[in-house]
Each structure stands twice: as C-alpha cells, then as structure tokens.
C-alpha cells in the first residue's frame, strides 16, 4: 500500500478525474496518502480512465485497453471495495465510478474490515477534511449555491394547520422506498478509531438508512443489512429520541439515504458549525420561541445540533437570560423541541425552493454553478454519437 504515491501514472490521474464531479477532492499530500492506501496502482488507474456516465464492460476495456477477463475481476474487486458501484439494468451491468464524498470515503468506514489500515485512514481523512486552516474541503462540499444534502422534519412538531410535502418526511420517504437497508456510521465509526465517542450516545451500528438502488449495490457487497419499511421507522424513532438530525439528499424523487446525524460526529452538520451555515438545504420550517414562557435553562441549545441557538439577557427572567435562534443557522429539524420542560419551542412554516427533482437534476445544477458541466455534456454527446454510429447500418 502506498507504493504508487508518488506516480504521476496513477494519483495524479485519478484525483483530475474525481474532481469531474460535483464534489471533488482538493488535492494535498493527505489526499494522496488516503487515495494511495484506498486504490492499487491498477485500480487508480482504472479509476481515473472511467467515462463521467455509468458505462458497460465494453465502454470499460476501450477506455482502459485491457482485456475483458482481467477488467471484470478488477472492477469486482473495486465495487467490494467501495470505489466503484456496479448496477444490473435488463440483464446488462453498468459500472459507476464512486465519487469521494458522498462516495468511498463512507463506505471504507460502513463494515468492520481487515483489508485495510483503518486507524491510519481515520486519521489521515480527520486531517483531510478538518486540518486545512483555509477550508478548501469545506469550500468545495458547502460552497455552490445549491446543497447536496438537505434536512428532514419532525415531523411530530409540525403545527397542525400547516402541510408537510412527501419529499420533506422522513417516514414518508421511507415507507415509499421499494428496497430499505441499514448500515454503520461512518462519521461514528471513523471517530472510534480516533477515540472518541458520541456525546449524544447515538449508536455506531444501525443507525444510517439507505433506499433504493444504492441500498441494494450497499447489502450485496456486504456494506448494509436489508431491513423492511416497519424496522426502518422504528431506527427513525430511535434516531428522534436521541435529538438527532435526519439529512437526505437534496432531492425530491426517491432519495438514497437518510442519515440521522449529531454535531460532534457527523461532518456534514460539523460543517455548518465551522462556517457554513447555508451548507445543507433547510426544511420548510423555522423554530420560534415564546420568550414569556422560556426560562433560559439551554436545554434546546444542548439539543441542537448546529449552534442555532443562544443565550441573550433578559432581567425580566429569574435567571437573567432567555434564549434566542440565531439568524440563518436553523435547520428547522425541530431536534430541540422535545426536551424544552416549558413546550416554549413550536416550528412556523416558511417558503424556500424546492429541491431539484432528481439526483441528475441536482448534480447538473452544482456542476453549473460551479462551472464544471461542460465536460458531462461533452461526454454525453459523444456517447450518444458512439450509440446512433453502432444503429446505422453498413452494406
């Protein structure tokens, strides 16, 4: 592991091509370190010669020159491994190239594994994400205008003259997903092997909830159990009864997780607290708080899991102090409404954007506002071209 770090044959390749997408992988030597560790010299290779759209075997053996036999093994490894997604369509298989982040960083901390150094990736992918005083990580997951992820309601504290949208409810989400598993947090797991653990107490093992296609690619290469809609919503309690944060993706048409996140571990609400507030897409709801019947005791702001609430003075109360949202930082998750002892917290409705409709829509619109779209169309073209040359018949 690690022999190739220093081949431009193999990382340097790799990491251009990884950041074809949405969201990249600034390059530094951590970088190259984890990609190192992660990828054979065979692998980085074939990794960074993948078309930008899911591809067949034969697309595959153009792109790297190799011989079927020796690719399909290859690319079976891979997908045990987490860097590359294969998907069955009509009796043909399709091969996804996994991004970074959402993508193998995840899965190489979602099963107990041998294979791998993992208390060396821990930390190298802590310093990765977290030690860069420029935050060029934190720029290039939170900085376009439009937010891979996004946060679910409670749904329990939702008033009752206001609707909620299928999309916006995580039981919803759920019991219309025709394939439902259940897999370790990453975020959690990685912490174990720094030492640390969660302050709220949530669990390591099934916890992170995953639907549909990518549920499916998740239990067949071992990193997610298969789970039925009635054990899924009862993880989903579970999650609300620890005060934790449900994050999904930021679309509306058939998500593919649902993790249910606190502030010390997950790096996506982490993200929010070190200077990103507008990072994940809010829900349609804003806390209020009754300030004549709030006793300032800081339970809720316990509770939340972005700092979206603080203590201001207030002579009137007992106590000298009461407690305030701050300004663009509510989720409007409603986490914290459960455990204010004076039922002073309530959710109102508010009017954002809705998500882009599905997965592509959303990577389109990243990749434009971050100005990287015109290598997809150019790649989607020339693909279609490959397809309509193969119809025309030749005499």
Known sequence: MGHHLDSKNSIVPLIDRLNKYPIGLPDNEKLRQILAILFSEEEAYIASRFPLEESTIEELIRATGWEQNRLEIKLEEMADKGLVMDLNYNDQTFYILMPGLIGFFEFTFMKRRQDLPVAELAQLMHEYLLGDPKQKMGREFFGSKTPLTRTL????????????????????????????????????????????????????????????????????????????????????????????????????????????????????LGGINRGFPMGVAKTNFSLHIDVKSCIGCGLCKKACNVMALKFVDAP????????????????????????????????????????????????????????????????????????????????
């Open 153 to 268: 309601v409670y749904e329990e504290h939702i008033p009752v003259s206001s609707t909620i949208a299928t999309y916006e409810s995580a039981r919803e989400i759920i019991t219309h997903a025709d394939y439902g598993a259940i897999a370790m947090c990453y975020c959690r797991h990685k912490k174990e092997h720094l030492q640390q653990n969660c302050e709220k107490g949530a669990p390591t093992q099934e916890i992170c909830i995953s639907l549909g296609t990518a549920a499916r690619f998740m239990v067949r290469r071992g990193f997610a159990e298969k789970r039925s809609s009635d054990e899924l919503l009862a993880i989903l309690k579970k999650a609300r009864d620890l005060n934790l944060t449900h994050i999904t993706d930021n679309i509306r048409h058939k998500p593919s997780f649902i993790c249910n996140c606190c502030s010390c571990c997950c790096e996506l």
């Open 316 to 395: 009137e109360k007992k106590n000298g102090r009461r407690m305030e949202v701050t300004s663009g930082h509510c989720l409007g998750c409603g986490a914290c409404i459960s455990v204010c002892p004076t039922q002073s917290l309530s959710l109102t409705p508010l009017q954002r954007p809705h998500p882009p409709k599905e997965k592509r829509d959303l990577f389109k619109q990243i990749l434009k506002e971050k100005k990287r779209l015109s290598p997809f169309i150019i790649s989607g073209v020339k693909k279609q071209l490959r397809i309509l040359w193969k119809k025309i018949p030749f005499s």
